[in-house]
């Protein structure tokens, strides 16, 4: 798609040449995903993980699409339909249960390798800003779908963490509270709120979907990054899609599916909170409540305000808490170092290695229960992040020194050696010269 | 261009020289009533989002008091909301109204925040205004945290005995609701004094 020297499709038989001309979808698979999409020869296995947020959206759909057969959408009926129907009734239920809630996990688990490797290689630069913000928007619809899942099985958690998060729309001065009342249909969540919640986990995975295509056509206008950063120059550059990334993605895949598998069989209950496996009270809220865990950063940062300075401390969180996220839409135009890859910029990536750091910290500050020290942490961390972003980035970008930066792709992975260029058994490389380094 | 536009309009022209031609009335006319036509027919997509009648009709609630002792209280439901009828004691009530107003994020005094001549009778919503958990306190041996009210475990917002703020994120006093007493041992939330 990207690059002259991308093979064209070539229909096989009579029948693909027939449906070529009418209907030509096997070309565009073949070109997207095919041999006619060429990539960078150098990939790590951090560029495995796009394929996998693409597995993990498949396994939350399909055991979604079946769960929903036997989920029933009310307040007296869904705790009952998912631990007793679901875990303990329908044949194989328990399992496609646990691997829908441990789906969820691992999903948001690949998706945050997959963003960090993106802040890490500079993979929201030019060309590609619109790749990474139409990635923000899966990971925004990602939230959501998750939170409104986590709310079906109207445990204990479920019902507090919808009446906190909807509580996070009250925040907004005067349009809040009829905002949150009209949102839940009702005072508190109840039963307006549990159907549309369910309607619109079912739609949101599917308008994910939609937003991927786009992620990937987007992507594939300029092509696959690469961890260098350098462009891709000539055809020695790229290896074709098929059969040598989906051989190292399929191999990478399965062996991080058998993690989720073992988490699936062995330890299906810890990632999540076992107060869910009490009923929904509406009198009593649980002693500690704590979201799931991917959303503990964020949840750091919204307890991180407890003092009010010209707004009120709780309108603080929620736009603290937005804004943490939002801030990444403008990342491509934050960080202006034409140096994408963090190998080439010695100060980016110890302040990279940092915000991991921070992150982590916030993360456990978030699941943590509240204690003044843990809250004093947590506000140093979040006033971490916001610093890295909107103070440290600009500066660092302004003032590194980055280090050379090799001349092409192929020199970077050859180090100069020219017999590693060669095929078998010849000494010479394959055509024309391999550039030397140094 | 609007010569060429007239020429081709030929006869029909009725506006001045470059003035306004009946194309371009109907097409702004087309368009508003397109647009508004499709505002009404999205209105009951919006609509259909906010309380319906049902849950609105669950307006007011009894509540029989009479059993509460001072230093107790109870939590009932209002509106699917829980609420908290607290009978103060005097020590609560003395400490309520140590508070000056000025130390208040939320500046209200308790008489403010009770009926006249029921003083000791704190009727409250159950909602952290930060939000929406259910503090404690309510209840026997729950921690009513260091203000003696309620203290709510979500995110350590900390109420007085009158249910104001005092420490922590929450903005906002525990709402008080409409009630009125329907007799002295009877209120009825959600019911407006005449």
Not at chain 1, 106 to 122: A, D, E, P, T
Not at chain 1, 151 to 167: E, R
Not at chain 1, 319 to 344: E, H, K, N, T
Request: charged residues 15%; positive net charge; aromatic residues 14%.
């Amino acid at each position: 798609m990207s690059f002259s020297w991308a093979k064209p499709y070539e229909p096989k038989s009579a029948f693909m040449r027939w449906l070529d001309q009418r209907l030509p979808l096997p070309r565009m698979v073949y070109g997207a995903v095919g041999g006619g999409y060429p990539v960078p020869r150098n990939l790590n296995y951090w560029w495995n993980f796009g394929f996998l947020a693409g597995i993990f959206l498949t396994i939350q759909i399909l055991t979604g699409i079946v769960l929903a057969m036997h989920y029933a959408a009310t307040t007296d009926g869904a705790f009952t339909s998912v631990n007793q129907l679901i875990m303990r009734d329908v044949n194989a239920g328990w399992l496609l249960r646990y691997a829908h809630m441990n789906g969820a996990s691992f999903f948001f688990i690949v998706i945050y390798i997959h963003i960090f490797r993106g802040l890490y290689y500079g993979s929201y630069k030019a060309p590609r800003e619109l790749v990474w913000m139409l990635g923000m928007v899966i990971y925004l619809l990602m939230m959501a779908t998750a939170f409104m899942g986590y709310v079906l099985p109207w445990g204990q958690m479920s019902y507090w963490g919808a009446q906190v998060i909807t509580g996070f729309f009250s925040a907004f001065p005067l349009i809040g509270e009829p905002l949150r009342v009209w949102l839940l249909g009702g005072y508190a969540p109840d039963q307006a709120a549990l159907t549309r919640f369910f309607s619109l986990h079912y739609l949101l995975p599917f308008v994910i979907a939609g937003v991927v295509i786009l992620h990937i056509w987007a992507l594939h206008i300029p092509g696959s990054g690469n961890p260098t950063g350098v462009d891709v120059k000539d055809e020695r550059d790229t290896l074709p899609f098929h059969p040598f990334y989906t051989a190292k993605d399929g191999w990478s895949s399965l062996a991080f599916i058998l993690l989720y598998v073992l988490v699936t069989y062995f330890a299906p209950n810890y990632l999540g909170h076992p107060d869910n496996y009490i009923p929904a009270n509406p009198l009593a809220t649980p002693a500690h409540i704590v979201p799931e865990w991917y959303f503990w950063p964020f949840y750091a940062i919204l307890r991180s305000f407890t003092v009010d300075f010209i707004l009120p401390a709780k309108l603080w969180g929620v736009l603290a808490m937005f804004m943490s996220i939002l801030l990444m839409f403008f990342l491509p135009w934050i960080d202006r170092s034409p140096v994408r890859s963090g190998s080439y910029r010695p100060v980016f990536k110890r302040f990279f290695w940092l915000l991991v750091v921070d992150v982590v910290i916030l993360g456990y500050v978030g699941g943590a229960p509240i204690s003044p020290w843990r809250t004093a942490l947590g506000q140093a961390a979040a006033a971490y992040y916001f610093l890295h972003f909107l103070v440290i980035l600009p500066l660092v970008s302004a003032f590194e020194t980055p280090l050379p930066l090799p001349k092409s792709i192929t020199d970077s992975v050859l180090h100069g050696e020219e017999a590693e260029a060669a095929p078998a058994g010849q000494k010479g490389p394959r055509r024309g010269s391999v550039a030397t380094a140094g | 261009m609007a010569t060429q536009a007239r020429s081709a309009e030929g006869s029909h022209i009725t506006g001045e020289e470059g003035g306004v031609r009946r194309r371009d009335f109907l097409n702004v006319a087309a368009v508003s009533f397109a647009g508004v036509g499709s505002v009404v027919a999205l209105m009951p997509l919006f609509v259909q989002m906010a309380p319906s009648k049902d849950v609105l009709a669950l307006a007011t609630t009894e509540v029989d008091i009479s059993k509460i002792q001072p230093g107790q209280g109870i939590k009932t439901s209002w509106r699917k909301q829980p609420v908290f009828v607290r009978n103060l004691t005097p020590k609560e009530i003395a400490e309520a109204n140590a508070v000056p107003l000025s130390a208040l994020r939320d500046p209200q005094s308790l008489g403010e925040r009770t009926k006249p001549g029921h003083s000791n009778w704190l009727i409250t919503l159950g909602v952290c205004t930060h939000l929406g958990c259910v503090p404690l306190g309510i209840g026997e041996g729950e921690n009513k945290g260091p203000y003696g009210g309620y203290f709510c475990p979500c995110h350590g917002s900390m109420y007085d005995t009158a249910g104001r703020i005092r420490q922590g994120p929450a903005p906002l006093n525990l709402q008080v609701p409409d009630y009125k007493f329907t007799s002295p041992t009877t209120v009825e939330i959600g019911a407006k004094e005449k």
